[in-house]
């Protein structure tokens, strides 16, 4: 069930692309809140350092987003609230077996408690009813357990007794993000009402697409760079042919050394992926006992090589 699964964690600091694929399917128009102090959610969620204080930026350094850094530049959020929602995505992408478009959407609703206007809003985070059907639509065959403390579902973490697909516990969007300790909006997000999820509540955290450049000013900065070039390699070709012989093999020596310890450190890393592959095809199979059996000699072969 993906306990001993071990996908690399690329956890997108700023899910920019999928923030653009949630703005062109999401309506409304939310107007944020221009005014407001921030509220805890209670539930899961821990409380705001900065409650009762209005949303405000958050710098680099110790204090950093550690998730959710779309939101820096105004939120109400903290590591305290960040450093949750990271190791809920990192198990998610460690044990769940989620797609990739899953851990993207996942990790934004995860990230809707450093929303500023989800944050001026008491209870717990409101989340439009469309956004919980696509990530549940996403992550319906993600692993899932039960915390026994909150009674909410999350992702499993490795050390659960009962971890199931998503689809096992719950049947639809709505009843994902309630199970998962979120507020759902039925209704089609409005002024009166906002929900997180719509395409006013995200668009304001889209990077601006960076601006084309023109052929000819590309010519313009290459044109540089290639002069340089060719200067510093004329400059190495001078500085070889007036080394003495002893000089010229060991500058040999040195490459060829630094050679090997890159293509051994390459073949480590392609025995690691070869191995992680093989072990998932023996899995899927050879069932339970004869996918343990063949993983364990794989692991034997590949150790041999």
Not at 49 to 70: A, W, Y
Not at 89 to 100: C, D, F, H, I, K
Request: charged residues 20%; hydrophobic residues 35%.
């Amino acid at each position: 069930m993906g306990r001993s699964l071990t996908k690399k964690v690329f956890l997108i600091q700023s899910p920019i692309l999928f923030l653009h694929l949630l703005i062109s399917f999401s309506s409304g128009a939310t107007k944020p809140y221009s005014r407001g102090v921030c509220v805890s959610k209670g539930g899961r969620f821990p409380p705001y350092e900065s409650q009762g204080k209005p949303p405000k930026s958050v710098g680099r350094g110790s204090d950093d987003l550690t998730l959710c850094q779309v939101f820096r530049k105004k939120t109400c959020c903290s590591p305290a609230q960040t450093n949750l929602a990271f190791v809920a995505v990192r198990n998610l992408a460690t044990y769940g077996e989620a797609s990739e478009e899953c851990l993207h959407l996942f990790e934004l609703l995860e990230c809707s408690i450093c929303n500023p206007n989800v944050g001026v809003q008491p209870g717990p985070p409101r989340i439009c009813a469309s956004f919980c059907n696509k990530v549940f639509e996403a992550c319906k065959d993600a692993y899932f357990a039960s915390n026994a403390h909150t009674q909410m579902i999350g992702p499993c973490g490795g050390n659960e007794i009962i971890c199931v697909k998503t689809s096992n516990w719950v049947s639809n969007g709505t009843s994902f993000c309630e199970a998962a300790g979120f507020s759902v909006q039925r209704n089609d997000d409005s002024r009166k009402e906002p929900c997180y999820g719509s395409k006013a509540s995200l668009e304001p955290v889209v990077e601006p697409r960076p601006r084309r450049v023109s052929k000819k000013k590309k010519k313009k900065k290459k044109t540089p760079l290639k002069t340089e070039t060719l200067s510093c390699f004329k400059d190495l070709l001078h500085w070889v042919r007036v080394m003495t012989t002893i000089q010229k093999v060991s500058l040999g020596v040195s490459f060829l050394v630094a050679g090997m310890f890159l293509i051994r450190r390459w073949n480590k890393g392609h025995q690691k992926q070869r191995l992680a592959a093989i072990q998932r095809a023996a899995r899927r199979l050879g069932g339970k006992a004869n996918g343990n059996s063949y993983s364990a000699a794989v692991n034997r072969r590949v150790v041999q090589s």
